[in-house]
């Protein structure tokens, strides 16, 4: 009887995982671009894909629409969610109101070997720059900022706050090809480092708030170049 247990615990964990990739393969699919704003998803073609049957693909979809990343139209169909300026904004607001604090506890730690870390990103930054792998520097842009909520003592806040983040996510990727956008990321993580690594809060505060503002400064621009991309509002 306890060996059946077992075996039902493990079959649930198992199940849990594979429905857990679902969700996270999906939302880097559509935070990547790889699924673009208004994509039709079929349901049928995704439970082939993830090789899982109808329930996890449905629960997922149901997981991605209460992130605003996807639309569920009932009887209909299920497309990728256009990106919302509003929410986008929202989203905006949050991140750098929170990473400003994050900022600032960052600056009072006594300790701070956290600073390696963060500087060995930027140099694989460099590279990705170089080569112009946007999407492994997306990747390194994401654990620069997560580093440093690890730092603050704060880590699951950062998984929280990506949660509401797709919109926001999706024109920071949309931008990241324009002519000089990752070398001026580069330089904004230099002037943090230094900052926090001086124990400048103030100045660590302002880099941050500055770093995090000018997302949506792109989007009238990224709207003209893809207009099928954004919602009307």
């Known amino acids: 009887m306890q060996l059946n247990m077992r075996n039902l615990a493990a079959t649930r964990q198992s199940a849990s995982r594979r429905a857990d990739q679902v969700f996270d393969q999906l939302r880097e699919m559509i935070i990547t671009l790889e699924l ?29 629409a209460e992130a605003g990343l996807v639309d569920i ?22 991140r750098r109101a929170v990473e400003i604090e994050v900022a600032k506890t960052a600056c009072d730690l ?34 620069f900022h997560e580093r440093l ?13 990506r949660q509401r983040s797709g919109h926001i996510d999706r024109i920071r990727r949309l931008h990241l ?8 990321v580069i330089r904004d993580h230099d002037l943090i480092i230094k900052a926090i690594a001086k ?18 400064a792109y989007s009238p621009k990224l709207r003209e170049k893809h207009p099928t991309y954004f919602a009307d509002r």
């Open 36 to 64: 673009a704003p208004g994509t039709i998803l079929n349901r049928q073609e995704l439970q082939k894909m993830f090789g899982v049957s109808s329930t996890p693909v449905r629960d997922q979809l149901l997981r991605l």
């Open 73 to 94: 139209i009932p009887q209909s169909a299920t497309r990728v969610s256009l990106i919302d300026i509003g929410k986008a904004r929202e989203a905006q607001f949050l």
């Open 110 to 143: 006594p300790e701070k070997q956290f600073i390696r870390d963060a500087r060995e990103i930027v140099d694989r930054q460099r590279e990705c720059a170089r080569n112009s792998a946007f999407e492994a520097f997306d990747a390194l842009d994401r654990a």
């Open 149 to 161: 909520f690890e730092a603050a003592g704060v880590p699951h806040l950062f998984a929280l706050i």
């Open 177 to 184: 090809p324009i002519v000089g956008k990752m070398q001026e």
């Open 199 to 216: 124990s400048k809060a103030d100045e660590a505060q302002f880099r941050i708030r500055d770093h995090l503002s000018r997302s949506l």
